[in-house]
């Protein structure tokens, strides 16, 4: 991996930037603010952005600007848990799926297929039954859900890729099947590995949002992102800043690690 | 089937064909066009069967009963009027109940009879149909015998004494059964059609009916399509030509769809418009007899010292909630039985009763609180407010969470269970604090009084009072309706004092409509609403 | 080939037999039933009701019980609705299927074009083009997006009507909110993809040899470079064609996306099973049928029983 050509690279570090940005938003924007996430002002229901709240109060009058940071460690949280977890086991099934071939290749994908074909919804409650209500369960639901298709998309280019002349030479010189996914090929299927990440992300924290309605989110008054959107949508004809501030945050942040993606796998292609 | 809906298109056609071509005939415009005698209903949810002897919800109970009619109808100001029923008797010890009934037809042409009576409660008890609103019958002698396997249907009493004459008798007197059966469960059915298709209730074509409106179309998750049917006995007041009922779901879409002109009425109103809408053209806000309350588990501490129950139940602010939170004009409850049951004297049990059974009253609270071991909320223990996950629900409890934190440092979680797990877990008493809200199954205290006594099914509180359930078998058993609702009286003054529940407010049901929409009758319970003498103006 | 098909269905099957048993297991394991409501129902109705739908038999006897309907094509009736099941989905598949069909074909033809036009020249302004309206694409989940476009083109300009399922304009919508995602994807994937392509050395040849750009893309950079979108596609169609049931509950679009939630949400024990099977055989499919676009998009590419002579070469070779 060339680290210069990383650290050099403008994409990479604008999108740390914001990145960086929306970590201190999470962790310092409530001392910030002052306020917290919960507070309700039942006389300041449903008020514009201002000089008292950043972004505006809600419709039980809790200040936007606090609850969007809490939004953020919530949701970013969920962004990176789920795709650290998609990572290492869709790439390790993918890869060893795609390289073994046969009927190795078939039942994985198969039992791929099997877990895929699961209502989603159904072993999220019973999840939620066993587990109890919060965080932990989600990342393991989202998680258990989005490997596959990164599992997926691996196992498709490898099956190509190990095709290719340099597979042929390097088997030829006896390296071992490890050396060859983890030097050749996993690289080379760096950027739909990426690309997948990026769409990762974004959908686990919406399928967490809308887990949220059916009680099997996060408890209120804690809201993610998603759920500060959603409640935004309902203002959205007479409160419009209720969704616009969760929305742009979400988008910055697709924006910030759709760039830094980019940026490892021009340094990954070298 | 669909050869005859193909033909009668083509006919229809064919005529509309000649219609237009009927080339350079002036067609006679009135001087004023009059607007089409047709409303647009949004049900908002796709009802689960259109049997009436399976259908259980207010969605379902709302279709059918603006096409089907009863022994009785609810008029314009909740009393009862003769339906297909022209007048009854009920005799001295209040058991048997004779109906003489009309003249009517079914759709089809078919007499309705007294038999079409009996058939179609016999039906909703036959213990093949399953219905899971057989109960509703339960008052008949034999009924439930017959329900549950061991008794015949021969020895369920009702009779038809003749074509037109219905005799039914009850196990024990109850004057709230007379209202019952206006009730969609016990709508008759044409028996000749049940017999020859038991599937009618699937498809809109073999479906048969005897109210104000008959169905043309239903397309699933669309709409439902009812024009006028002509040969109701009582269609000389029926104004509407047309009726579509929409199955749009989600309520925001429905707004959108109201604002471009494609809907008139929508049964619910998206809360963030409420205080926009409010008081001025397309929200009109009507009675609803049903009470929003939180349930204590009085089996666990501390919800087992009534003291704890009462002090939160005086130290949050009602006014403040339903002003700022629920919008919707609702009635701080200070007692149990809602606003909109009647009594024996005819007027409002609360209005005799009074809705002022205890006050919000900080000081006390606290001096309760402190009495009962927690000053100041000082040990109290870890307790959460157990809730479903519809929006409204969350955000009062975490309202009411905020409240006791600060009028009382008392601190509370709130849990949000999907609706099925939040229902078992409200079963199995497996919450400190639940929300509830219970609505009447028919208009008389009773359907609220009898929640809470000893193992009731739905009691789910664990509370258990002898002079409460010996009061509510006091009423049961009185024919004398002033000692009945006398007893019931004494009764809610119990379940207050000791709090098991926990009131909250009295239910308003705001509905959007467009001034146009005239005659609609929105009852405060069991339908969403009757367009017998609907029109538009 | 022939073997190589037979071989998947085979396994399909005893994949949907394990889907059937897994989702059977789990549904009966959370609480809640068809049944259970907040008024609670006197004993003898509720026993009436657990025979009529045989819920009082042993799990294992409706187990087998239901895997006998099945196999006569029979996916029993629905527990909540007074339809079948079969009746919900022959009524219900054939709109979420058009709606899936236009989304596909919609986000394949941008999509493409996207990634096309960004990976040709990449690092100048089309490119950035493209990446800001993809980034758009991920980071507005559907039901905001729904909601915007309804508040835009229905509430503001009146140019759409806001719901409802019938002509060309009530598509307009909701294939747009289904499609920002996927296009987006597949912009990305297609210009990752490409540019990777566009590096290989017989490319060079190709330029080199005087070959239009055109001519290089469409002989030879295009099916070297859609293996990842194809790959995609196929879980994709079969998501999109069953129905979403954010889009169609906000748009009143009548598919069959909204009964896989409303199904788990009623404890509609047919209806999951129903439904569960219907999606596991789609997606089997669809994926069946990209790996047969795999073998004719790289003729490199074995799969199990697909080249008998390689696996013969593979095994001498030790």
Redesign the interface.
């Known amino acids: 991996m060339d680290y210069k050509r990383l650290k050099g690279n403008r994409r990479v570090a604008l999108g740390l930037a914001i990145i960086t940005a929306l970590l201190l938003l999470a962790v310092l924007g409530p001392g910030l603010s002052g306020q917290t996430y919960h507070q309700q002002d039942l006389g300041l229901t449903n008020q514009p952005p201002g000089a008292g709240h950043w972004f505006g109060t809600d419709s039980l009058g809790r200040d936007l600007f606090t609850r969007t940071c809490y939004g953020a460690r919530i949701s970013l949280a969920i962004g990176l848990v789920t795709s650290a977890i998609c990572l290492v086991l869709g790439v390790l099934y993918g890869g060893v799926s795609g390289y073994a071939g046969g009927r190795v290749d078939e039942v994985m994908m198969r039992l791929v297929e099997v877990i895929s074909s699961i209502p989603f919804l159904l072993y999220v409650i019973l999840l939620m039954v066993v587990m109890g209500p919060g965080l932990k369960a989600v990342f393991i639901a989202l998680g258990a859900v989005y490997w596959l298709t990164m599992a997926r998309m691996v196992r498709g280019q490898v099956l190509a890729l190990k095709e290719r002349e340099y597979v042929i030479a390097a088997r030829a010189v006896g390296a071992g099947p490890w050396h060859i996914l983890s030097r050749h090929l996993i690289p080379n299927a760096g950027g739909p590995i990426l690309v997948t990440m990026t769409l990762i992300i974004p959908e686990a924290i919406f399928t967490e949002a809308w887990l949220s309605f059916l009680g099997l989110g996060v408890s209120a008054p804690m809201a993610s992102w998603g759920v500060l959107a959603s409640e935004g949508l309902e203002g959205l004809r007479n409160y419009p800043w209720q969704l616009f501030f969760p929305a742009l945050l979400i988008s910055l942040t697709m924006l910030a690690f759709n760039l830094v993606g980019e940026g490892i796998k021009e340094a990954l292609e070298n | 089937m669909k050869v005859r809906v193909i033909l009668t298109l083509a006919v229809l056609a064919v005529f509309a064909l000649a219609g237009c071509g009927g080339g350079g005939q002036t067609v006679d415009k009135p001087a004023q066009a009059k607007a089409p005698q047709l409303i647009r209903y949004n049900l908002c949810t ?1 009802p ?4 009436p002897a ?1 259908a ?1 919800g207010q969605p379902e109970g709302t279709v059918l009963s603006n096409m089907f009619e009863g022994l009785v109808r609810y008029g314009p100001n909740n009393e009862i009027r003769p339906g297909i029923a022209r007048e009854w008797s009920v005799s001295a010890d209040g058991l048997i109940y004779t109906f003489k009934l009309r003249e009517a037809k079914w759709s089809n042409g078919d007499p309705v009879t007294a038999r079409d009576f009996v058939y179609s409660w016999l039906r909703l008890l036959d ?9 509703q019958l ?1 008052y008949l002698k034999g009924a ?1 015998e017959y ?3 061991q008794g015949k249907s021969e020895e369920v009493a009702v009779r038809a004494k003749d074509e037109l004459t219905l005799e039914v008798t009850l196990k024990a007197p109850a004057p709230q059964f007379l209202g019952l059966t206006a009730y969609p469960s016990l709508f008759p059915v044409n028996p000749r059609v049940d017999k020859e298709s038991p599937d009618w ?2 498809s809109m074509d073999k479906y048969v009916v005897n109210g104000p409106f008959r169905p043309v179309k239903w ?4 709409r439902i399509d009812l024009v006028k049917n002509e040969k109701y006995w009582d269609a000389g007041s029926v104004r509407l030509e047309r009726l579509e009922i ?5 309520i ?2 429905g707004y ?2 109201y ?2 002109g ?1 809907l008139d009425f929508q049964e619910e109103v ?4 409420m ?2 809408l409010k008081g001025g053209n397309g929200v009109k806000i009507y009675p609803d007899a049903s009470v929003y309350f939180y349930r204590f588990n009085v089996t666990k501490k501390p919800f087992n010292d009534p003291r704890v129950r009462r002090a939160l139940a005086m130290s949050i602010n009602r006014l ?1 909630l339903v ?3 629920t919008q919707a004009n609702q009635v701080p409850a200070y007692s149990f039985v809602p606003i909109g049951i009647p009594d024996e004297t005819g007027r409002d049990f609360r209005q005799n009763a009074g809705n002022q059974f205890f006050k919000e009253d900080l000081a006390e609270a606290k001096r309760l609180l402190a009495e009962a071991g927690y000053p100041d909320g000082r040990g109290f223990p870890r307790v959460s407010i157990l809730t ?2 519809h ?1 409204g629900h ?2 009062v ?3 009411v ?2 409240m006791w934190k600060q009028n009382l440092g008392v601190e509370v ?15 199995k008493l497996n919450f400190e604090i639940c929300r509830a809200g219970w609505g009447p ?1 028919y208009l008389d205290p009773m359907t609220f009084i009898d929640l809470f006594v000893t193992n009731g ?2 009691n789910d509180t664990g509370w258990s009072n002898r002079e409460y359930d010996a009061l509510v078998a006091k009423a049961n058993a009185a024919a004398d309706p002033k000692v009945r609702m006398e007893a019931m009286r004494q009764a809610e003054k119990i379940l207050i004092s000791e709090m098991p529940v926990m009131p909250i407010y009295f239910y308003t049901n705001p509905n959007l409509v467009r001034d146009s929409v005239k005659g609609v009758i929105v009852p405060p319970f069991a339908i969403s609403a009757d367009f017998k003498q609907a029109y538009i103006e | 080939m022939a073997r190589f098909v037979l071989r998947r269905l085979v396994t399909m099957a005893l994949s949907l037999w394990l889907i059937i048993t897994v989702t059977f297991v789990i549904m009966h394991s959370v609480p809640g039933g068809p049944f259970s409501s907040e008024k609670k129902a006197p004993p003898a109705v509720l026993q009436n009701l657990n025979a009529r739908y045989h819920l009082d038999d042993p799990h294992w006897k409706q187990y087998l019980d239901y895997l006998g309907g099945l196999a006569a094509g029979d996916l029993g009736p629905s527990f909540k609705y007074d339809r079948t099941v079969n009746e919900i989905i022959s009524q219900c598949f054939p709109v979420s299927a058009l709606l899936g069909a236009v989304t596909v074909l919609f986000s394949l033809a941008v999509g493409l074009s996207l990634g096309v036009v960004a990976a040709w020249r990449p690092n100048c302004w089309p490119d950035y083009a493209a990446l800001g309206l993809s980034t758009i694409g991920f980071s507005v989940p559907s039901f905001i997006l729904s909601g915007l476009l309804m508040y835009l083109f229905a509430f503001r300009l009146n140019w759409l009507p806001p719901a409802m399922w019938g002509g060309w304009q009530h598509l307009v919508m909701p294939v747009l909110a289904l499609s920002a995602l996927p296009t987006a994807f597949i912009a990305r994937l297609m210009r990752s993809s490409l540019l990777e392509v566009l590096r290989q050395d017989y490319i060079r040849t190709a330029r080199a040899k005087g070959l239009s750009p055109a001519g290089i893309l469409f002989n030879h950079a295009l099916k070297n470079s859609l293996l990842p979108v194809v790959t995609y596609l196929g879980p994709l169609v079969a998501g999109v064609f069953t129905g979403s049931f954010v889009v169609e509950t906000i748009f009143a679009v009548p598919g069959l996306g909204r009964y896989f939630v409303t199904g788990v949400l009623n404890r509609d024990y047919t209806l999951i099973l129903g439904l569960t099977i219907f999606y596991a055989f789609f997606l089997m499919l669809m994926n069946l049928l990209v790996d047969l676009v795999y073998l004719l998009l790289d003729p490199r590419i074995r799969l199990a029983g697909s080249g008998g002579d390689r696996d013969g070469l593979q095994k001498a070779q030790g």
């Open positions: 796709e689960e069967t259109l049997d399976q259980t213990p093949k149909t399953a219905s899971e609103y057989a109960y339960f439930e329900n549950s396997g209730a699937k397309d699933h998750n669309q929409y199955l749009v779901d989600n925001d879409t959108n769809m604002q471009a494609q998206p809360t963030q418009e205080a926009r403040e002003d700022k939170v479903n996950a929006a969350q955000k409890a975490q309202a969470q905020q979680g709130v849990t949000v269970q999907e609706w099925q797990v939040y229902n078992d877990s409200q079963d199954d099914g739905n």
